[in-house]
């Protein structure tokens, strides 16, 4: 399944995967929440995610995804090197397996390269096994530390 926003960069996802045999596109949406609709119908065997979505963004539909339906995802990152650095581990630490380079018009000099780089790591992630990622950050963390406190209070009496 592919989840991205722009619909230029969608349909050439879509044509960078239909020149790979092995690859199929069961579902191609535009937002986070399409994704997490259309995940139970579609089964995607694996995501390629945008992170940035309108609405929810690519890191909590991940987050999501890994929580609810545990699916092999590849995050598609506008660049993958310094500054974006900190988005691919944000992206990793979400539940992704990998960050890939977001692909450039078909003209540019590095586009099958890229192409090719996206196919690939579709093809391995898809084989990964996944498991249910309970949520990290301060909502789960709240719940644990006030479920850590009735403990105490409870153990106090």
């Not at 949406?29 to 994704?35: H, P, Q, T, Y």
């Not at 545990?70 to 974006?84: G, K």
């Amino acid at each position: 399944m592919l989840v991205e926003d722009s619909l230029v960069v969608r349909e050439l996802l879509r044509h960078i995967l239909s020149r790979d045999p092995r690859l199929a596109c069961v579902a191609a949406v535009a937002s986070g929440e399409e994704a997490l609709s259309a995940i139970d119908s579609v089964r995607p065997d694996v995501i390629s995610m945008d992170i940035r979505l309108p609405g929810i963004d690519g890191l909590e539909t991940t987050r999501r995804i890994m929580s609810e339906h545990p699916t092999p995802i590849v995050v598609i990152a506008d660049s993958v090197e310094d500054s974006s650095l900190r988005i691919s581990m944000n992206a990793l630490r979400a539940g992704a397996l990998s960050v890939v380079e977001k692909p450039v018009a078909t003209t540019h000099a590095g586009y099958d390269a890229v192409a090719g780089e996206i196919c690939t790591q579709l093809r391995i992630m898809a084989q990964v096994p996944v498991i249910r990622r309970r949520p990290i950050g301060t909502e789960w963390l709240g719940r644990t530390a006030a479920a850590d406190h009735r403990d105490l209070r409870h153990d106090a009496q």
